[in-house]
C-alpha cells in the first residue's frame, strides 16, 4: 500500500516538472505574434489618412491656385467702377484692406482718404498712394492688385457653347471672345457675326459686323478686332434671316 502511493506521488511530480516542455511553452509566441500584428495596423492607417489628408490639401491648394489665375489681369488693365482691389502697405495691416472702387470712382484709405481710382492701372494707383502715404508714414510700399473684375464685360449670345458675361481682363480680339465662351455650335452661322458697341455718338449704340472666315481663310483680319467694355457679341443660327448688308 505504502509502495502504491509512493509511486502514484513520484508519477503526479515527474509530470508537474516535465508539463513545460510541451505545448504549454508554445502559447507565448503565439501571443507575441497576434499582438504584434496589431500594432502594425495602426500605423498603416495613419499613413493611409495623412496620404488622405495630402491629396485633400494638394486639390485645394490647386482649386486655389486656379482661382487665382482666373482673376488675374494684365499690368495695362485700367481699373473701373466696382472693381475690387487688394491695397497691401508693408508691413502695416492696419492700412492694407481690400476695397470695392466706388461708382464715382474713388477709394477710401485711412489717413489718406479718397483716392481716384477709375482710368489708371494698379501700378499707377500704387505709385499715388505710395506718394500720399510719405506725408505720414515712413518709407511705404504700397501694392495693389485686382482681386475681381466687375467694371470691364463683354457680352456673348446666341450659337456658342457657354453665352453669357465674361470679365475683360485683357486686350481680347473678336475671335478670343468667343474662344472663351466655348466656341460656335454646329449650327451657328459664323460668317454672320454682329457686335453691337456703346459710343458717345447718337444713337448710343453702334453695329458691326464681321465673318470668320473672312478672317481665318481670307484677309478680313481687321475685323477681328479689339473688344472693349460693354461688348455684346451676337453669334445668329444658319436658320436665321441673312442681316442685311451682308
Do not use: C, H
Not at 509512493?6 to 505545448?23: C, K, M, N, Y
Not at 486655389?64 to 502695416?92: C, F, H, P
Amino acid at each position: 500500500m505504502v509502495m502504491g502511493r509512493t509511486l502514484f506521488v513520484l508519477i503526479v511530480l515527474l509530470s508537474v516538472l516535465w508539463a513545460p516542455r510541451f505545448g504549454f511553452s508554445d502559447s507565448t509566441p503565439l501571443m507575441a505574434v497576434g499582438q504584434a500584428k496589431t500594432p502594425a495596423e495602426g500605423p498603416s492607417s495613419a499613413s493611409n489618412d495623412k496620404n488622405a489628408q495630402a491629396a485633400k490639401d494638394v486639390k485645394d491648394v490647386t482649386v486655389q491656385a486656379m482661382e487665382k489665375l482666373s482673376n488675374a489681369v494684365s499690368s495695362e488693365y485700367i481699373i473701373g467702377a466696382e472693381d475690387v482691389l487688394d491695397i497691401t502697405v508693408w508691413r502695416n495691416a492696419d492700412l492694407s484692406k481690400t476695397v470695392e472702387v466706388r461708382p464715382d470712382g474713388r477709394v477710401s484709405l485711412p489717413i489718406i482718404r479718397d483716392t481716384v481710382a477709375v482710368g489708371k492701372t494698379p501700378a499707377q494707383l500704387a505709385e499715388e498712394m505710395t506718394n500720399k502715404l510719405k506725408e505720414y508714414v515712413q518709407n511705404p510700399v504700397v501694392a495693389i492688385s485686382v482681386k475681381e473684375v466687375k467694371s470691364s464685360n463683354i457680352f456673348v449670345l446666341g450659337e456658342v457653347k457657354n453665352p453669357g458675361k465674361y470679365p475683360l481682363k485683357s486686350k481680347t480680339t473678336l475671335l478670343q471672345g468667343v474662344t472663351v465662351a466655348g466656341g460656335f455650335t454646329p449650327t451657328a452661322a459664323r460668317n454672320q457675326l454682329v457686335i453691337f458697341r456703346f459710343t458717345e455718338a447718337a444713337p448710343g449704340m453702334k453695329r458691326l459686323t464681321a465673318s470668320y472666315d473672312e478672317i481665318v481663310l481670307r484677309t478680313g483680319i481687321n475685323e477681328n478686332f479689339e473688344l472693349k467694355p460693354g461688348d455684346t457679341i451676337v453669334v445668329p443660327s444658319e436658320a436665321m434671316v441673312v442681316f442685311p448688308g451682308r
